[in-house]
């Protein structure tokens, strides 16, 4: 059993020391539950809006904060978001993975929307690359935000037999209506496919919070392998929750539907040729 907690916040806005500090606490928290992971939101260290602060805001693999986030997984597991700053100067929205003292792995965002209130693509440098990764407790891949909506990455996920999938998230508010939330419905929609076709837990952490008169609206959650819902956080609002994931589940999942096992990768990989 994994026990997760979902950090379901709202960072500040180009304050990234402010921040840092906050998920410290958060982190100390967890800790003190005996969680074994905790996962932040998208860009989680700096706030969405980042424009000219992108290199201000930027970490590398030696920056302090990353460092103190090593010591911190020494005791839990740990999924930030934040700025990447590379060997080559180029900045990323990524995310960050750190277990046993070590930043594991860096997921840099592929798919930077660039359209409506989106500017990513002219702020940031695109990844290029779908990894699942081994961790202390399950195989696991990291998608960030729109990552999640594109068939390729759910494709690159299931391939690589992935347990769990951290998507981590900026969704603003649209479509609110009476007895309707296009937003929750569309991303719950999603999850809930990607869970089934790739018998993997889905963890999905969105933030909160208003900036630059956008508002965000939360509804972090978690779908089992077999698409239930088994963990839901509140609308609009902070709130930090915690389940447990059973490995055995994804064996259950995976023995019971077929999707896995009937894939046929051969006919993608004919029409990529």
Request: hydrophobic letters at 40%; one cysteine or more; aromatic letters at 14%.
């Amino acid at each position: 059993m994994v026990k997760v907690t979902l950090a379901q916040m709202s960072p500040v806005l180009g304050d990234l020391n402010k921040n840092a500090e906050k998920h410290f606490e958060l982190i100390e928290k967890a800790i003190e539950s005996k969680s074994d992971v905790i996962v932040f939101p998208e860009l989680s260290l700096t706030g969405y809006f980042l424009r000219d602060l992108v290199e201000e805001t930027s970490l590398n693999i030696h920056s302090h904060i990353i460092k103190e986030l090593k010591e911190f997984s020494k005791y839990i597991s740990i999924v930030v978001g934040g700025v990447y700053e590379d060997e080559d100067y180029l900045l990323y929205n990524a995310a960050f993975y750190f277990e046993d003292r070590e930043l594991k792995y860096i997921h840099r965002k592929v798919y930077l929307p660039d359209y409506t209130m989106f500017e990513e693509g002219r702020y940031f440098t695109a990844g290029n690359s779908f990894c699942v990764f081994s961790t202390r407790y399950l195989k696991a891949g990291i998608l960030i935000c729109e990552d999640a909506l594109q068939v390729s990455s759910i494709y690159a996920m299931k391939l690589q037999k992935a347990e769990v999938i951290f998507v981590i998230s900026n969704s603003p508010t649209r479509g609110l209506e009476e007895n309707k939330f296009y937003s929750k419905d569309f991303w719950y929609t999603a999850l809930k496919y990607m869970s089934l076709s790739c018998n993997a837990y889905t963890v999905f952490v969105n933030r909160v919070g208003v900036e630059e008169g956008v508002t965000f609206w939360g509804g972090s959650v978690i779908f089992s392998p077999m698409g239930e819902i088994i963990k839901e956080c509140c609308l609009f609002d902070k709130e930090i929750a915690t389940t447990r994931l059973d490995k055995d589940e994804v064996r259950r999942a995976r023995i019971v539907s077929p999707f896995l096992k009937d894939d046929k990768a051969s006919i993608i990989a004919k029409l990529i040729r």
